[in-house]
């Protein structure tokens, strides 16, 4: 068996790379490309030459200009056989497939039309396109059901692919890569790489057309949950004594506000069969459509409120045949997110409309297909060097234009070419600087600018240096002999590498285990995380804290109380002089993380100026403590770091999607999402306490009416338990009660379970979780608050969504805070 091969490896990327200069710049001599890639004169010409063999490039006799004697140098091009992926949505209708080459530039378009029920018509239709579109590296096919482990689950859409291994199958028929993903997933991916959504990182794609789905962008990464069902929005109950929907379950948002039934609803007032675009004509004008059009709308927006709240994206697309921008739909969605979402959260959270013309999911399909070509790997390569997130596509940094043979688009409306249709990375960079290769739309613009600074050289060192960190990883202390061995990497350029490593502070020498005859290789691991970690959690009582090395083992805890009633800020200066006491202790250099109960901006460290809470509102905990400790620290949300505790070492331990739910009147929920805390574009993600669980219910502190944290507050179960004696009941003494056996108390904590339950459905049916983990106070006296949530989410949420779920307790209690604050650091 061989090693892995290193070698060969940084040939790849250094190959991938030239490949993606070469199609960045057209046309190119092998002198700028010298210049271009910082590789050496002759690597260039070794590479171009096999690059030509295989038939990616091609060379150009140039024109003697004159201006230099001697030969004139010949350029390169991509070839015209280098090939190009291929993208494919199945509807309901037939098949829409697209070919383009490795930039990105359409080649053919083409609607097929077969009988979309039988999935090997489908599969073959699909095989007879590719096979004619010459070199294909990879295939992208979109279907309107969820996909997991590359088999078709059940869909009420497309019945009879259930069960199916779409992507097997086609591969069998076509020997090259295929991806089979669900439809709303790719059309965020190609509203990212195409349309409005470019720059975004947290996206929520509406598609509004034969059912309402969701498709999610969460950190830049698309989300599709637990069990691949994630975005199921249109399965969310709005009327729980409302018709019954496909799914089985009763008054889902798809039997009100889906094209067909407002269709059925206006033509049965118009007296006549009404088409979408009839429909879309006669709001401009009637009264009576545009208003029916307006509800849904408002019925959409009362949902994505919801999301808006919780899931907390910068920008929701709506896209579909009844949605114009500014038409009355979205108008209702506006009203609706203006008056049930957060202050701060409506004003930052963008709603637009589509300008893909229903081809986002072809478009997204393009862009995943580009993917797994060289030019793509030559961008990743590009991209791995730098610091930041990556997104995993829109890699191609080139424009899509619709092909000349291109029919026109399912809604009868072709966009003109380049309107809608260019990419945004396209048009980005300035006019005469060469694009940079990895200008992926969903990276950060700070970490893009700061990659678009390295030399390609210094990205190739970057990569090296990545692959002897992968090897002492996976192999804990390593002889530098076994270094040069397994990555295959020159043994001199091992050793410089390892230098600069040991001198960068991230790989330190070691000895050697048991030692071998002879004179023994010197040995190197990753370096221990110098200093210690401290996790401080903010709460009303006090602050909690615990101390950790630098591998997260805990060496420390403790807590410091504060008299009730005290300021915001005598808060603050008491977290800050605790974290210098531990750090006193335990030694100077500690990394600090805080956890503080409320919305806390992700960049700024800030609390908004409109918080929930009033008293946090314009606060910086991260400027106030960071003052005290003179060294920078970092913020966020407690419900958020409990839910990375749990899922990283408590209840939810393994899983990848989790959701937390915090149950005592400072309830909150925290998201796990591909197993990364999510934090939302403003911090809101997983602010269910505010959500609105009855329009005309109690005042909430944050001002609104009804909020689930109103009916978890000691005050109302107090007038519950109908028990004046009880004066003003504190969470301490009704926990007590339950815990003492009394009933009504217990009743009240099961359905004060089934409220949170209900309230947080439409985040399952998005998020999907595999683990919904209950912690909070009101856990304490046992599994009343878990048992009333876990029937409320079985009873409401949409049945694939709750087929996968599990609700368990927290098991890491009070220290899931400062645990999460530690976790966060690593
Ligand atoms: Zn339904
Ligand atoms: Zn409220």
Same mark, same amino acid.
């Given at each position: ?98 070919? /383009? ?19 090997? !018509? ?34 009420? /859409? ?109 033509? #049965? ?6 088409? #979408? ?156 600087? @060469? ?31 990545? *692959? ?25 350029? /091992? ?10 502070? !991230? ?14 290789? @010197? ?59 531990? *750090? ?28 929930? $809470? ?17 060294? @920078? ?10 839910? $990375? ?31 990364? *805390? ?71 904590? /099961? ?19 595999? !683990? ?16 009333? !949530? ?7 949420? #949409? ?25 966060? $650091?690593?």
């Amino acid at each position: 068996m061989s090693p892995p091969a290193g070698g060969r490896r940084v040939h790849q990327v250094r190959r991938d790379l030239l490949f993606a200069a070469v199609r960045d710049a057209g046309r190119i001599s092998r002198a700028d490309l010298v210049r271009r890639t910082g590789m050496a004169r002759m690597t260039v010409n070794g590479l171009v030459a096999e690059l030509v063999a295989a038939g990616l490039l091609a060379e150009e006799e140039a024109v003697p200009d004159g201006t230099r004697a001697g030969r004139p140098a010949r350029s390169v091009t991509v070839a015209a056989a280098a090939g190009g992926v291929v993208g494919a949505v199945v509807e309901a209708d037939g098949v829409h497939v697209v070919t /383009v080459d490795l930039a990105g530039r359409p080649r053919a378009e083409r609607h097929l039309r077969v009988d979309t029920a039988d999935p090997q !018509v489908v599969l073959d239709a699909i095989a007879e396109f590719v096979s004619s579109a010459g070199r294909v590296w990879s295939t992208v096919v979109g279907l309107s059901a969820p996909i997991s482990g590359g088999v078709v689950q059940s869909s009420s /859409v497309l019945p009879a692919w259930s069960g199916i291994a779409a992507a097997g199958e086609l591969r069998r028929r076509l020997a090259h890569r295929v991806t089979v993903r669900n439809d709303a997933d790719l059309c965020v991916l190609g509203e990212v790489r195409y349309g409005v959504a470019a720059g975004h990182q947290h996206v929520c794609h509406l598609r509004v057309a034969s059912g309402i789905g969701c498709g999610l962008l969460l950190g830049g990464v698309p989300h599709t949950g637990a069990t691949g069902v994630a975005g199921e929005i249109g399965h969310v109950q709005v009327d729980e004594t409302g018709a019954l929907c496909r799914c089985g379950n009763r008054g889902c948002l798809e039997t009100i506000a889906s094209p067909r039934e407002i269709l059925a609803a206006l033509s #049965a007032t118009y007296g006549e069969p009404l088409t #979408a675009a009839r429909a879309v004509e006669l709001a401009r004008h009637d009264a009576t459509a545009e208003r029916v059009l307006a509800d849904a709308g408002r019925m959409i927006g009362r949902v994505v409120a919801d999301l808006a709240n919780t899931v907390n994206p910068s920008l929701v697309v709506l896209d579909g045949p009844l949605i114009e921008p500014d038409g009355p739909l979205v108008h209702g969605v506006r009203d609706s997110l203006r008056r049930y979402a957060q202050p701060e959260v409506a004003q930052s959270t963008q709603v637009r409309v589509s300008a893909l013309g229903g081809r986002a999911a072809l478009l997204g399909a393009v862009a995943a297909a580009l993917r797994a070509t060289p030019s793509a790997r030559g961008d990743r390569a590009f991209t791995r060097a730098g610091a930041g997130p990556v997104a995993p596509f829109a890699l191609a940094p080139a424009a899509v234009v619709p092909a000349a043979d291109a029919p026109a688009s399912r809604d009868g409306a072709a966009p003109a070419a380049g309107e809608g249709l260019t990419s945004r990375d396209g048009a980005a960079p300035a006019a005469g600087d @060469p694009p940079p290769a990895g200008s992926s739309a969903a990276v950060a613009p700070a970490a893009a600018a700061r990659r678009r600074e390295l030399s390609p050289a210094r990205r190739e060192r970057l990569v090296r240096r990545d *692959m002897i960190t992968d090897v002492l990883r996976g192999r804990g202390p390593t002889a530098r002999s076994d270094i040069v061995r397994l990555t295959r990497l020159p043994r001199a350029a /091992v050793v410089d590498l390892l230098a600069e490593l040991c001198h960068d502070g !991230v790989v330190e020498p070691c000895p050697p285990g048991a030692s071998r005859s002879g004179r023994p290789s @010197p040995h190197f691991r990753l370096a221990a995380a110098a200093g210690v970690l401290l996790g401080l959690a903010l709460g009303p009582e006090g602050v909690r804290a615990v101390v950790a090395d630098g591998a997260g083992r805990v060496i420390d805890d403790g807590f410091r109380p504060l008299p009730a009633g005290h300021e915001t800020l005598q808060l603050m200066r008491t977290a800050a002089e605790f974290a210098r006491e531990l *750090m006193d202790r335990h030694g100077a250099h500690a990394t600090v993380a805080v956890s503080v109960p409320s919305p806390v901006h992700p960049l700024t460290g800030r609390f908004g100026a409109r918080s929930v $809470l009033p008293m946090f509102s314009g606060f910086s905990p991260a400027e106030e403590i960071a003052a005290v400790l003179g060294r @920078p620290v970092q913020v966020h949300n407690n419900a958020q770091l409990c839910a $990375l505790a749990e899922a990283r070492r408590g209840a939810a331990r393994g899983a990848r999607d989790v959701l937390y739910l915090r149950a005592d009147q400072f309830t909150g929920a925290g998201i796990v999402a591909g197993g990364r *805390m999510h934090q939302g574009a403003i911090g809101y993600a997983g602010e269910v306490g505010h959500l609105n669980v009855r329009e005309i219910g109690p005042l909430c502190i944050c001002g609104s009416r009804g909020c689930l944290s109103a009916f978890l507050a000691p005050a109302y179960f107090g007038a519950l338990l109908e028990r004046p004696r009880l004066g003003s009941l504190s969470e301490d003494r009704l926990v007590a009660l339950a815990v003492a056996g009394d009933r009504p108390a217990r009743r009240a904590l /099961v359905d004060a379970g089934r409220l949170i339950g209900r309230t947080v459905t439409p985040l399952c049916d998005v998020l999907n979780p595999a !683990v919904v983990v209950v912690g909070g106070r009101y856990t304490e006296p046992g599994a009343f608050v878990v048992d009333g !949530v876990r029937e409320a989410l079985h009873r409401h949420c #949409a049945p694939s969504a709750a087929a996968g779920l599990t609700v368990v307790p927290a098991a890491l209690g009070r220290d899931a805070e400062p645990l999460g604050a530690i976790e966060s $650091l690593l």
